[in-house]
């Protein structure tokens, strides 16, 4: 693409004189990535600001910088023009869409938000999608994938310039529906503001993220801007948060359709029958009813089934199909994923790393245990410290006996992580092990004929932080070594 093309899309003259219209090769908000012919972004960033690394990008390459200024001028002595933006953060979105050809303007774009149930949900939509005879793309925490294709995840929601790129891919491979997991970060920092979303699709909000959110009211306008934004055809919205009735009003132009179970809503839940193989509920859509046996367990995932049957109710997909889907679907990865261990004893690996995801995975357990339930938990270094007292307190409440440990502590002392974690807790139904796959040994150890161990914090991830070192750790590997060094 042409730069006068391109730098367009911002709104700005490009500087016919300074400099020729050059073919861009590529964008980048990163120095080390810039090649000849690229566009460099300067971004202020949270620990680094990228107008610092202006010369580095132009040495590299760059022939045009988009920076904060305030007026259009040249750097250096190449005479590399720098194009004046107010917001380099809008202005990488906007450069990144027309780069690829605005590709969310050619596929179905769903957007997943909420502070849980946001993976397990885009994992549902897509084998919705696939049984109703269309192909998904997915775009979230545990990874990038369509077709043949699988990307590790670096963030729940990419950047830009990877996400408007991995759409356009999604598009050449003549993809029906992109289903992407979108953070409050993502939002904040106006990394989906290029894409136009078909529909979204909000879980909850309970504490999270407050370290960089500062207080929960900022976490929710965050989550609710992909409301407020919302172009696309229709909104999904859990009917029993508390945030609701705020969010409902929110959306301006699309339908609003409402799940849950408690209370009135389009698409509720009833006749409830929980078990630890499977749960059996009626989902109920007006006058319609549909018996469903499912194999996800617990009282949070009859919410995840119904905002993925709104969402699918509502963009209209076979009924059948729909029903034969859910009923099929077996686990996601380390969202309450069964490890076998043929021991008489049930575990567990789950994500929940937050006060309310911990609270209801628990209570989950509960309900179809009269057994002893043990978790084995820790927090992330350089996180949300205010939830560590809270989660502590929650485990040991709802749970027989806990386990601290490590999670990733990243360059926090994992004592101090431990302390905070311990201040929240009355109770002495707990023990302090700090390496990890030796708290898990132990709770095997501790485990009798029908107990439920909890392993939460980490699911699907296969690595640790600890200081700057990232080291393979797998809790479901972990159990399975423990077990056979019994």
């Known amino acids: 693409m042409k730069a006068k093309k391109l730098i367009e899309s911002l709104g700005n003259r490009y500087p016919d004189c300074i400099i020729d219209d050059f073919e861009v090769r590529g964008i980048t908000c990163n120095s ?3 090649f000849d012919n ?9 620990h680094i600001d990228g107008h610092g690394f202006i010369d580095e990008a132009i040495s590299k390459g760059a022939k045009a910088v988009i920076a904060h200024s305030s007026q259009l001028t040249t750097h250096g002595k190449k005479k590399v023009p720098v194009i004046a933006v107010e917001d380099t953060r809008k202005a990488i979105t906007n450069l990144a869409a027309r780069f690829y050809g605005n590709p ?130 229709f909104a999904v919205i859990n009917n029993d948060d508390e945030y609701s009735r705020r969010l409902k009003a929110m959306v301006k132009g699309p339908a609003v359709i409402t799940y849950g179970i408690d ?15 499977h749960t059996e ?130 360059s926090e002392d994992p004592q101090d992580i431990i302390k905070d974690i311990r201040s929240g807790i009355k109770k002495d139904n707990y023990c302090v092990i700090p390496e990890r796959k030796e708290a898990i040994k132990r709770s095997l150890s501790e485990a009798k004929a029908g107990d439920i161990i909890l392993i939460a914090g980490k699911g699907h991830e296969d690595y640790q932080i600890l200081g700057n070192k990232k080291i393979h750790f797998d809790d479901r590997e972990a159990v399975k070594e423990c077990l056979m060094s019994r």
Request: with cysteine; glycine share 6%.
């Open 38 to 46: 690229f566009v460099f972004v300067a971004i202020e960033g949270t």
């Open 104 to 233: 969310s303007s050619k596929i179905k774009v769903v957007a997943v938000t909420g502070t849980n149930g946001k993976t397990t949900i885009t994992y549902l939509i897509e084998a919705l999608i696939k049984e109703a005879g269309f192909v998904p793309a997915v775009i979230g925490t545990v990874n990038y994938r369509f077709k043949d294709k699988i990307i590790p995840s670096r963030n729940t929601t990419p950047g830009p310039i990877e996400l408007q790129s991995l759409l356009a891919d999604a598009v050449n491979e003549n993809i029906d529906y992109a289903v992407m997991e979108v953070s409050s970060h993502a939002l904040c920092q106006d990394r989906t503001d290029g894409i136009g979303f078909h529909s979204a699709i909000f879980t909850n909000l309970t504490q999270d993220h407050l370290d960089y959110h500062n207080t929960l009211e900022d976490y929710f306008q965050a989550k609710a801007k992909l409301f407020k934004d919302l172009r696309g055809y």
């Open 32 to 34: 080390k990535q810039v």
């Open 281 to 410: 509920f009626t989902l109920k859509a007006g006058n319609k009813e549909i018996k469903l046996k499912t194999r996800l367990i617990g009282r949070h995932n009859i919410y995840n089934i119904l905002a993925s049957f709104a969402w699918a109710y509502k963009e209209g997909l076979d009924d059948m199909a729909v029903r034969l889907a859910l009923e099929k679907f077996n686990f996601v990865p380390g969202r309450l994923e069964r490890v076998d261990t043929a021991k008489g004893f049930s575990v567990f690996v789950d994500y929940a790393h937050t006060e309310d995801a911990l609270m209801n995975v628990i209570s989950a357990l509960r309900q179809i245990s009269d057994k002893r339930i043990i978790v084995v938990f820790g927090c992330g270094g350089e996180r949300d410290k205010t939830k560590r007292p809270k989660m502590g307190r929650v485990v040991s409440e709802l749970a027989d006996y806990a386990i601290i440990t490590n999670d990733n502590p990243r």
């Open 263 to 277: 209370n009135e809503a389009d698409i509720m839940a009833i006749g409830i029958k929980l078990g630890i193989l």
